[in-house]
C-alpha cells in the first residue's frame, strides 16, 4: 500500500542553522505530495506541495523537490527560526483518490537561540 | 471565514462513557476527514465523507467507534463504550474535491482523555 517515511526526531538546531527533514515515499500510482506543519496546541496546515516529478514547492523560505528516482521529497530550510519549531509531515495522495491523504509520523523540530 | 470549527476542545471522560466529538466543515467543501493523532500511531485516518457519504471507514478501529454526517455542515464521531486507549487527539478536516489543490484544513482538533 501507500506509504510514507519520515526521519524521526526530534530534531534539535540553533537559530540560523540549516535544516534538513527527510521524506521517502512508496506509491502505486502518481502521487501528489505534501509538507504540512502543526505548531503547538493547532492542527496542521499546509506548508507546501508539489505534484509532479521535478516540481519545486516553497513557501516561507522552506523548499522540496519531487524527486522520482529516489521517491523522496526532503523538506529543507537555509536558516531556521525560533518561530519554525512545530512538527512537520511529509503526505501522499494518490491521483483519484478524492484528496485523501497519507501521512508519515511526524518529525518535530525544536530551534534553539 | 471560518474555518473547520471543532468541539470540544478538551474532554475528559471516565472508561465506559459514551463520547462524542464534533465539527462543523469549511461552508462549500464537500468531502470530510476524521484523523486521530497519538504519539505511538502518529495521524491515523478513521474516516472520510464526501457529499456527506461515508466513503471509507477502514480506518474506524472497531466496533465502538462510529461516524455520522447528516448534513453537509455538521459531522459527529461517537465513542461508545470509551476505553483508556481512545486517548489522542482527534481532527477533522474539509476540502473542496475537485479544487485539485489537495489542501485539507483542519480544525485545531479535540483532546480527549478516558481515566
Known amino acids: 500500500g501507500d506509504s510514507v517515511t519520515q526521519m524521526e526526531g526530534p530534531v534539535t538546531l540553533s537559530e540560523e542553522a540549516f535544516l534538513t527533514i527527510n521524506c521517502t515515499y512508496t506509491?502505486?500510482?502518481?502521487?501528489?505530495l505534501f509538507w504540512y506543519v502543526q505548531y503547538p496546541g493547532e492542527g496542521l496546515q499546509l506548508l507546501l506541495k508539489?505534484?509532479?516529478?521535478?516540481d519545486k514547492g516553497s513557501n516561507k523560505g522552506f523548499e522540496a523537490t519531487y524527486r522520482k528516482e529516489t521517491t523522496s521529497f526532503h523538506l529543507e530550510k537555509g536558516s531556521v527560526q525560533v518561530s519554525d519549531s512545530a512538527v512537520y509531515f511529509c503526505?501522499?495522495?494518490?491521483?483519484?483518490?478524492?484528496?485523501?491523504?497519507?501521512f508519515g509520523t511526524g518529525t518535530r523540530l525544536q530551534v534553539t537561540l | 471565514d471560518a474555518g473547520v470549527i471543532q468541539s470540544p476542545r478538551h474532554e475528559v471522560t471516565e472508561m465506559g462513557q459514551e463520547v462524542t466529538l464534533r465539527c462543523k466543515p469549511i461552508?462549500?467543501?464537500?468531502?470530510l476527514f476524521w484523523y486521530r493523532q497519538t504519539m505511538m500511531r502518529g495521524l491515523e485516518l478513521l474516516i472520510y465523507?464526501?457529499?456527506?457519504?461515508?466513503?471509507?471507514d477502514s480506518g474506524m478501529p472497531e466496533d465502538r467507534f462510529s461516524a455520522k454526517m447528516p448534513n453537509a455542515s455538521f459531522s459527529t464521531l461517537k465513542i461508545q463504550p470509551s476505553e483508556p486507549r481512545d486517548s489522542a487527539v482527534y481532527f477533522c478536516?474539509?476540502?473542496?474535491?475537485?479544487?485539485?489543490?489537495?489542501?485539507?484544513?483542519f480544525g485545531e482538533g479535540s483532546r480527549l482523555t478516558v481515566l
Open positions: 503526505a501522499l495522495r494518490i491521483t483519484g483518490t478524492a484528496s485523501k491523504l497519507t
Open positions: 506509491a502505486t500510482g502518481y502521487p501528489s
Open positions: 508539489a505534484t509532479k516529478a521535478d
Open positions: 461552508s462549500g467543501h464537500n468531502s
Open positions: 465523507f464526501n457529499n456527506n457519504v461515508p466513503i471509507d
Open positions: 478536516a474539509s476540502v473542496l474535491t475537485g479544487a485539485n489543490t489537495g489542501e485539507l484544513f
